[in-house]
C-alpha cells in the first residue's frame, strides 16, 4: 500500500520538535568546543554531500548525524563567548522561542487581514520599543507616523529612501531625478549606497563626505553645510541626509542635532541609522547619544543586532508612514478586501519591499515581555562595561594603542609597529589578525582608518563574561609576542 506523506502531523513535531530543541540546547552548552571561527576551506561540503536530493526519506536521527559531523564544521559560532567580531547578532531564549512560534504559526501577514494580530502586535511592540528609546511621539503609532519591522538595516535605509525621493520628485517635478542629491559621512554604512544604486540615485550625486579624528569619525556640520551650498549654486537638489550613531567602523556618534537643522532648513528627509548602538539607547545614561532625533523623519535601530532578538529584526520608526505608502504601495483586485478599501488598518505590505512579510514582531514582543526593561539595561550595561576592561588591559600594554575613544562596546585598537612605518603597522595587525582568528578560541575582526589598519573587538554576544575577554586578550598578546619577535629576527 503506498504510504501517504504527512509532512505536518502534530505527533511527529512533538518527537522531532522536542529532540531539536535538545540538539540546539546541548549545542549551547558545549558551544565554547567548536572553533568560534569555521576553519573549513572553501567548497568542503561539497565533498561530504551527495549530488542529489534522495529519492526517499532519510531519517532524522540520520539527518542530526550530519548537521553534527558536516554543518557544525562549517558553521562559524555568533553565539560563542568568544565571538568579538563585527558586531553581535544576539540569540536568547526569549528570541528563539519567538522565532520558534513564528515558524510555527507561518502566517504571511502582508495585509492586516491576512493575520489581524501580526499586523497589531508590531504596531504595539514597537510602540513600547520606542517610549523605551525616548522617540519623539510622532514616532509612534497613533498619529501620522509609526513603526514597521524591517528585514535588515539595509531594507530600512532603502525603504526611506524611496520615501524620500518619491516626496522630493513631487515637491520639484518627476523629471529631476538626476538633479537629486545624498549625505553621509564616509563611514556610513554600504547599506546606503547600494540603496541609492537601487533607488536610481547618480552615483555621481552621492555624497560620502570625509570623516577624520578630528571629529573621531563624526560628519562635520560645517563641512555638510559647504557642500550642500555647493550643490544648490549649481543647481542640484539636497533630498536626503544620513546619520548614524554608532558607525560601523568605529562607533562615530554623527551630531544629529546640528545635520538635522541643516536637513530641514533645505527640505531633506533626515534619516538615522542606529543599527547597532540603538539599543544602548535604552539606558538613561546612553540616551543623550540619540538627542536630536526630533529631528529626524526616520529612525533605525537592529534589535538582532545587541537586544537579545534572534535575527531578523530591523526596528524602523517614520514620522510620515504616507510617504512610505506613497512610495510602495500597490492595490491589486487579489488583495482587495473590506478593511483595507476602508482605510481602516495598516498594510504593512505598503511599507517594505517584498509583498510577504514573517511575524517577527513575536519575538520581540517575547523579549520585552520576559526581559523587561530593567533586565535589557543591566544586559547593555554588562557589555559595556566588558568593552571598558578590555580598554583598560590594552592602554595597560605599551605594545599597543587604542585607536578612537571608546563609546559603547566596541574597541578599535593595534599593535605599534617597531619601525613605526604605516606598511608595517598595517602588516602587521593584519598578520595579527589572522594569527590570533586562526586559533579557533576567538574571533575579532577590522577596519581601515585614517590608512590604519585596526583591530576591531566587539563584545555583545550574550555568553560573553569577564573570564572570555581576559582569555582573548591573553591570545592577543602571545600572539603579538610572538609576530614582534619574528620582526626582530
Ligand atoms: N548600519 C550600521 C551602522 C551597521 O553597523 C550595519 C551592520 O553592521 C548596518 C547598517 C547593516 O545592517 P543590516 O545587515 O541589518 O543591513
Redesign the pocket.
Known amino acids: 500500500m503506498e504510504k501517504r506523506l504527512k509532512p505536518m502531523d502534530a505527533e511527529q513535531l512533538r518527537e522531532y520538535g522536542h529532540k531539536m530543541v535538545d540538539f540546539i540546547a546541548d549545542y549551547y552548552k558545549t558551544i565554547e568546543n567548536f572553533p568560534v571561527l569555521s576553519q573549513v576551506e572553501p567548497g568542503y561540503l561539497r565533498n561530504l554531500l551527495p549530488d542529489s536530493a534522495p529519492n526517499q526519506p532519510d531519517s532524522f536521527q540520520h539527518v542530526l548525524d550530519d548537521i553534527q559531523a558536516k554543518i557544525l564544521p562549517g558553521v562559524t559560532h555568533w553565539q560563542s563567548p568568544n565571538y568579538f567580531a ?2 553581535p547578532s544576539n540569540s536568547s531564549v526569549a528570541g528563539f522561542l519567538g522565532e520558534m512560534l513564528s515558524a510555527g504559526l507561518n502566517i504571511v501577514g502582508f495585509s492586516w487581514i491576512t493575520s489581524p494580530a501580526a499586523t497589531e502586535l508590531e504596531m504595539i511592540v514597537l510602540d513600547w520599543l520606542a517610549k523605551m528609546l525616548k522617540l519623539p511621539e510622532d514616532f509612534l503609532s497613533a498619529g501620522q507616523g509609526g513603526g514597521v519591522i524591517q528585514g ?4 530600512a535605509v532603502l525603504v526611506v529612501l524611496l520615501a524620500a525621493r518619491d516626496k522630493a520628485l513631487r515637491r520639484v517635478g518627476k523629471g529631476a531625478l538626476e538633479k537629486l542629491v545624498v549625505y553621509a559621512s564616509d563611514q556610513t ?1 554600504s ?1 546606503l549606497q547600494k540603496a541609492c544604486q537601487i533607488a536610481g540615485i547618480h552615483p555621481e550625486n552621492c555624497r560620502l563626505l570625509k570623516a577624520n579624528s578630528s571629529t573621531n569619525y563624526a560628519l562635520s556640520p560645517e563641512l555638510l553645510s559647504e557642500t550642500i551650498s555647493q550643490d544648490l549654486a549649481i543647481g542640484l537638489i539636497p533630498f536626503f541626509l544620513c546619520a ?1 550613531v ?3 567602523s568605529s562607533t562615530a556618534v554623527d551630531p544629529l542635532l546640528a545635520l538635522g537643522k541643516f536637513a530641514k532648513s533645505n527640505e531633506m528627509w533626515f534619516h538615522v ?1 542606529a ?2 548602538a540603538g539599543s544602548a539607547c535604552i539606558c538613561p545614561e546612553f540616551r543623550h547619544y540619540i538627542d536630536g532625533v526630533e529631528e529626524a523623519d526616520s529612525f533605525n535601530m ?1 534589535a538582532h ?1 545587541w537586544f537579545l532578538t534572534n535575527f531578523d529584526c ?1 526596528a524602523l520608526w517614520v514620522k510620515d508612514r504616507s510617504a512610505l505608502v506613497q512610495a510602495l504601495s500597490t492595490n491589486p483586485e487579489f488583495l482587495k478586501n473590506k478593511a483595507s478599501q476602508a482605510n481602516m488598518v495598516v498594510d504593512y505590505k505598503d511599507w517594505q519591499i517584498p509583498l510577504g512579510r514573517r511575524f517577527r514582531s513575536l519575538k520581540l514582543w517575547m523579549v520585552l515581555r520576559l526581559y523587561g526593561l530593567e533586565n535589557l539595561q543591566c544586559y547593555i550595561r554588562s557589555h559595556i562595561k566588558l568593552a571598558k576592561h578590555f580598554e583598560d588591559l590594552v592602554a595597560q600594554d605599551t605594545r599597543f594603542e587604542v585607536v578612537t575613544p571608546r563609546i559603547f562596546s566596541l574597541v578599535c585598537f593595534r599593535l605599534l609597529p617597531p619601525s613605526n612605518g604605516e606598511y608595517h603597522g598595517n602588516k602587521l595587525n593584519h598578520e595579527l589578525l589572522d594569527a590570533v582568528n586562526s586559533t579557533g578560541n576567538v574571533f575579532i575582526s577590522h577596519t581601515v582608518l585614517s590608512g590604519k589598519y585596526i583591530l576591531r573587538f566587539a563584545v555583545g554576544a550574550p555568553l560573553t563574561e569577564e573570564k572570555h575577554v581576559n582569555a582573548a586578550w591573553k591570545v592577543l598578546q602571545d600572539k603579538a609576542t610572538a609576530l614582534l619577535g619574528e620582526s626582530l629576527r
Do not use: F, L, Q
Not at 152 to 155: I, M, N
Open positions: 563585527y558586531y535588515t538595516a539595509s531594507e554604512h547599506a548614524t554608532g558607525t560601523t541609522d543599527a547597532y537592529n543586532k530591523s
